[in-house]
Nanobody, 125 residues
């Protein structure tokens, strides 16, 4: 059984940083396409960043603008999202997701098989 457990969310001021973690079990993150999504109230879920260790692939949404970094710790089987220079518009529930395939190119939320419960990020101005 695959489980993804996010942590690291919180309430911060604009310009501050947070690091989100996603601990995986039942799945090897280094063999899967892993992603971070977010959903703000009243808005659709959107992709934030994706990583495939197998294909040495990372991608980011345009709104990231170089502020976030997706990474993983193979030994801990954990995915991270380091977020810096946070803005109020980054306020959302952030979800970790995994796809059984290693291919991350051009993915959308529809192709991810497993989801975490989410961790809330709130950025105040």
């Amino acid at each position: 059984q695959v489980q993804l457990v996010e942590s690291g969310g919180g309430s911060v001021q604009a310009g501050e940083s947070l690091r989100l973690s996603c601990a995986a079990s039942g799945l090897t993150t280094s063999r899967a396409c892993m992603g971070w999504f977010r959903q703000a109230p009243g808005k659709e879920r959107e992709g934030v960043a994706f990583l495939s260790n197998v294909f040495a692939y990372t991608s980011y949404a345009d709104f990231v603008e170089g502020r976030f970094t997706i990474s993983q710790d193979k030994a801990k089987n954990t995915l991270y999202l380091q977020m810096t220079s946070l803005k109020p518009e980054d306020t959302a529930m952030y979800y970790c997701a995994a796809r059984s395939s290693s291919d991350c190119a051009g993915v959308s939320s529809l192709v991810f098989n497993y989801w975490g419960q989410g961790t809330q990020v709130t950025v105040s101005s």
